[in-house]
């Protein structure tokens, strides 16, 4: 699979943009355990535009965790131009455009997945980003509003017809949020359209390396998109059997790198949320406390100690 002259090779696992997961630290991790392209968390282009200092920040990439792209999101379309074209001096390899999330607090002002009740702006957008950049421009989208809105068939050509070379596509629509199960089959039929040339990317509900193989198998998709199931897993890409003290090694390493990154306050919150997510503790029996007690840690040798102890748990 390719992306202009970027190749992915056969079978790449994406990791998806994602807001207060997808940082350099969780980035470079899931990278080295074989995420074949990573993604910043998404960019507001409003903030980025009025030079919003946290918003800035996530501009920031590293060479090492190449190929990488920058998201972006917004539903002026000025607005997103304007903010591609200051993305672009960040030099990533790819900006993608987030016509997808489902969040109120996006979708309900228009942006993200709610584009999807707007398709003509949509298409503008992607239009005017794709002739002011000169990086490859990518989409992401869902598969249409609700149910009974499921455009994602026709609006993958239109999307292709305004330049972009590559579309990854969520198998929900924007009112399933992240409930019930993703409809791979809308995906297949994309993919399948003679019509459609560019890349298609499938993502949703996929946990495992076997899980993205029987996807590429059943549907024929160029690459599958990992998102929520990385939580605690940045070597959910990896096909390599990992103990639990490898597991437990790797999460360390993120405290690490988030705590150094940022401050030992922040770092330890950004970590919570894998901390909380992980699979590694569910087979230490008689674990509650010990999930409160390191969730609720406010030190880094606190929290350390705590999983040193879960390491002489299971021997």
């Known amino acids: 699979m390719k992306i202009r002259d970027i190749d992915f090779g056969e079978r790449p696992l994406f990791l998806a943009p994602m807001e207060d997961v997808t940082d350099v630290g969780f980035r470079m991790l899931c990278k080295r355990y074989g995420a074949s392209m990573v993604y910043t968390e998404f960019v507001s282009a409003e903030a980025l535009i009025r030079d919003v200092s946290s918003t800035v920040k996530k501009l920031t990439i590293s060479d090492d965790e190449r190929p990488v792209g920058i998201q972006i999101y917004g539903r002026d379309t ?149 998102g929520r199931a990385t939580f605690g897993c940045p070597w959910i890409f990896s096909r390599e059997q990992l103990t639990f003290g490898q597991k437990l090694d790797i999460l360390e390493e993120q405290l690490r790198i988030n705590v150094e990154r940022i401050d030992e306050k922040r770092g330890i919150l950004h970590t919570r949320r894998h901390l909380a997510a992980t699979p590694i503790f569910k087979a230490i029996p008689n674990f509650r406390q010990t999930r409160i007690a390191m969730l609720r840690a406010e030190h880094m040798d606190e929290l350390m100690q705590i999983l040193e102890k879960t390491r002489e748990l299971l021997g």
Not at 109 to 115: E, L, Q, S
Request: glycine share 8%.
């Open 78 to 226: 000025d607005a997103m131009v304007e903010a591609a074209r200051i993305v672009e001096q960040a030099a990533p390899d790819v900006i993608d455009l987030n016509f997808g999330c489902p969040v109120k607090k996006v979708a309900g002002k228009g942006a993200g997945a709610g584009m999807l009740q707007n398709i003509p702006k949509m298409l503008d957008i992607t239009r005017r980003v794709v002739d002011a950049v000169s990086l490859p421009v990518t989409v992401k989208t869902r598969l249409g509003w609700n149910h009974e809105q499921l455009i994602i068939t026709d609006l993958a050509e239109q999307l292709q017809d305004c330049g972009i070379e590559a579309l990854t596509i969520h198998g929900r629509t924007r009112s399933q949020m992240y409930t019930g199960q993703a409809d791979w089959t809308l995906i297949g039929q994309v993919k399948s359209n003679p019509r459609i040339h560019i890349p298609i990317i499938g993502n949703g509900d996929i946990h495992s390396p076997q899980e993205a193989d029987a996807a590429f198998d059943r549907y024929g998709v160029d690459a599958v998109m990992i």
